[in-house]
């Protein structure tokens, strides 16, 4: 990242241009069909097509924590049943679309922000344009500062160390962690599960659900964002 922003500001917009990551942005629309927590939602486009959506430079608390379930509410509230448009320029190792879900002009991902119901993703920053990564991280800061959302908590624990702790205690898996990019564990165990490119459940290895495609998670981070299949039945 430092070297990025050397390089940038020592030869400036010419070079930024040369830059594809950066300076091409696709976009998809759809009707977003699933909200899987304060940060993950499924958009349905006009094709039929499945789009597991990350919402890029924030990250919301998990499911389990304290205002997990505010998070997951309000971003439902906001975009639930709607048309959205994604901004994005990649896709992670899950098959997720990480992307600015824009409803009309507002930014979905900085709403989330400004009510104080998720943190300022800093690991994932570099992916943002360099005007978002400031508007987001004020947005942050004013609603730590009005004490908003998760913010009334005296210390609120990050999603990312809460992760972190699961991973430790519940997955020996040789799987590099989906956010953070860490490798937690080299042995493999009977806990690992699989999901699909767009499906909502996680599976067990030998499950008929992943026929057409098979995408090895750690139970940690499957429980975070997907269902337990209801015909493999995996670990919870
Ligand atoms: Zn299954």
Request: charge should be positive.
């Amino acid at each position: 990242m430092k070297l990025t922003r050397t390089v940038t500001t020592g030869l400036g917009v010419l070079l930024l241009l040369c830059l594809p990551a950066l300076a091409q942005m696709k976009a998809l629309q759809g009707k977003v069909v699933a909200v899987a927590d304060g940060d993950t939602i499924t958009v349905l486009d006009s094709g039929n097509k499945q789009h597991r959506i990350r919402l890029l430079g924030i990250d919301a608390p998990e499911r389990s924590q304290d205002f997990g379930t505010n998070a997951r509410r309000h971003l439902s509230d906001l975009v639930f049943g709607k048309q959205v448009a994604v901004r994005y320029d990649k896709t992670d190792q899950y098959g997720r679309t990480l992307g600015k879900v824009m409803l009309g002009d507002q930014d979905v991902n900085r709403e989330m922000l400004r009510a104080g119901l998720a943190w300022h993703y800093k690991y994932y920053e570099r992916d943002q344009p360099t005007q978002d990564r400031d508007v987001y991280s004020s947005e942050e800061a004013r609603a730590r500062k009005l004490r908003l959302g998760l913010w009334s908590q005296t210390s609120p624990t990050p999603p990312w160390d809460f992760r972190r702790g699961e991973s430790r205690q519940k997955s020996t898996a040789d799987i590099r962690h989906a956010e953070s990019g860490e490798t937690v564990s080299t042995a493999v165990s009977t806990e690992a599960v699989y999901v699909t490119r767009t499906g909502e459940k996680y599976h067990r290895g030998s499950c008929r659900h992943l026929s057409r495609s098979k995408i090895p998670i750690s139970l940690a981070d499957a429980k975070r964002s997907y269902g337990a299949c209801k015909v493999c039945r995996p670990p919870r």
